[in-house]
């Protein structure tokens, strides 16, 4: 009989988790970048609310298998339109989230650190991103889990990672396969969405 | 205009258009310094949008408005906000900031010195009856609503600012402690000798604390004058406010 799956492929598992770990951290990081101060430019500038949010859900709803073979004549192959395409998936929870999070700040608040003299800098850096940095969590939280699923394609367009086992699988039929890229995947999406909840919470204010 | 150094706030044909709606119309009236101006009114006769336009929260669309002598367009709205304490109802303190934070908050944004800063916060704490090492380092969700609003005074006070805004401050407390701390701010604000501009819909607050009492309704100045003369006013609006009051608060008209 032979070992059971995760052990017989582990070697490899290691190496393609390493992979996949690298597409979604650089993926949510530019998108967190990039993210938090687009979703903090449209609590300011309100006229450019509607299109920024627009174009969020438009990349949001392009399926996957078609948005990296999209990218394919831009970009090529291999990790770095992988990490395009997942930045682009994780920019709507994270934009929202913060435009949520910052305009739900309690007006009470607001006005009295307007009336208090508080420029609108100090106000952002002091009052508005630190109430809001629970709800901003939470949408880098909900990116990233989407992230980790999501970049099990990105092995279609030769950019490594768990995705690997399970395309093999498939053309090979052979169950043992998927799963070595399936399970680990699902935990490291587990292990991301536990972690970055803690954190939420740590960071929730009490009212 | 508006150079008498004994007005601190001056109103000229002041009115506030948003649309078609007329917020405030044909304000014009003076506050004197060291005065305690009560403007009474209904909810959404114009109180606190007549007080906004003091801070610069918000701008009239006609008339000038006057702050230390000076248009309240001409002055740097920061600048202006910091000279100007300001609490409001439900405090707008910051739920993640400490007590002392919160009462530190304009002096830090002044960039004062930390320790200059802790001295402070300790004597207003003292000032408004808090023992600062017992509420320093908690947070407002753990005080009481007459706690909350005392640190609400004590922010507002804290880099001493010539003037106070202060709207509905104790309008969500229980009427003893209501009472209580219209008692103590008004002793308070005497010995400061603070200009204070309050906005209250309750007639028995507005006896305790005005040295003048200020009647608005729908965006009107009705009355401006001392407590007792509003007894005396003919307006309908003044002798409902008049008929709102206790038997035995009235005797004191």
């Known amino acids: 009989m032979q070992a059971f799956f995760l052990i017989r492929y582990g070697p490899e598992i290691l190496q393609r988790m390493g992979e996949h770990l690298l597409l979604v951290g650089g993926a949510i990081a530019i998108a967190v970048v990039v993210g938090i101060p687009l979703g903090v430019f449209i609590t300011r500038q309100t006229t450019w609310r509607q299109p920024v949010l627009a174009i969020a859900n438009v990349l949001q709803t392009i399926p996957s298998l078609a948005m990296f073979g999209l990218l394919i004549p831009l970009v090529g192959i291999g990790p770095v339109p992988a990490i395009i395409a997942l930045t682009l998936y994780s920019f709507l929870p994270i934009i929202r989230n913060t435009y949520t999070g910052i305009t739900s700040v309690d007006a009470a608040v607001r006005e009295a650190g307007q009336g208090m003299g508080m420029t609108d800098w100090q106000l952002l850096v002091q009052v508005e991103l630190p109430l809001a940095l629970s709800v901003i969590l939470a949408g880098v939280r909900v990116a990233s889990v989407i992230a980790v699923g999501i970049a099990t394609i990105a092995a279609a367009i030769g950019a490594g990672g768990l995705g690997v086992f399970i395309f093999r699988g498939i053309a090979v039929v052979n169950n043992d396969l998927i799963l070595a890229g399936a399970v680990p995947a699902a935990a490291i999406a587990l292990l991301v969405d536990s972690g970055i909840g803690w954190l939420e919470s740590r960071f929730a204010v009490k009212r | ?253």
Not at chain 2, 131 to 143: C, E, M, S, V
Not at chain 2, 219 to 231: D, E, M, Q, R, T
Request: charged share 15%; proline share 6%; glycine share 10%.
């Open chain 2, 1 to 253: 205009m508006g150079q008498n150094p004994a007005i601190a706030v001056e109103f000229q044909t002041v009115g506030l258009q948003i649309g078609a709606q007329t917020l405030v119309a044909d304000l014009t009236f003076q506050i004197g310094v060291g005065e305690c101006l009560v403007l009474l009114g209904r909810s959404g006769s114009g109180k606190t949008t007549t007080m906004k336009l003091i801070n610069r929260l918000l701008t009239p669309t006609q008339g000038t408005v006057w702050v230390n002598g000076k248009s309240t367009l001409e002055w740097d709205p920061i600048q202006l906000r910091r000279q100007i304490g300001y609490v409001i109802q439900e405090t707008g303190l910051f739920p993640h900031f400490t007590i002392a934070q919160n009462v530190g908050l304009v002096p830090q944004l002044q960039g004062w010195k930390p320790l200059q800063i802790k001295a402070r916060v300790h004597e207003l704490l003292d000032l408004v009856g808090l023992d600062p090492a017992q509420f320093g380092d908690r947070y407002p969700h753990q005080l009481s609503g007459g706690q909350r609003q005392r640190v609400g005074v004590a922010r507002a006070l804290a880099a001493d600012p010539p003037i106070l805004l202060m709207d509905e401050p104790f309008g969500a407390l229980d009427p003893i402690t209501r009472l209580e701390l219209q008692q103590e701010f008004r002793r308070l604000q005497q010995d400061l000798g603070k200009t204070v501009v309050f906005v209250t819909h309750d007639m028995q607050e507005a006896l305790v604390l005005a040295s003048r009492i200020g009647l608005l309704q729908n965006g009107k100045l009705i009355f401006l004058g001392a407590p007792a003369a509003l007894a005396q006013c003919l307006e309908p609006e003044a002798q409902r406010f008049i008929q709102t009051l206790t038997p035995a608060t009235s005797l004191r008209l």
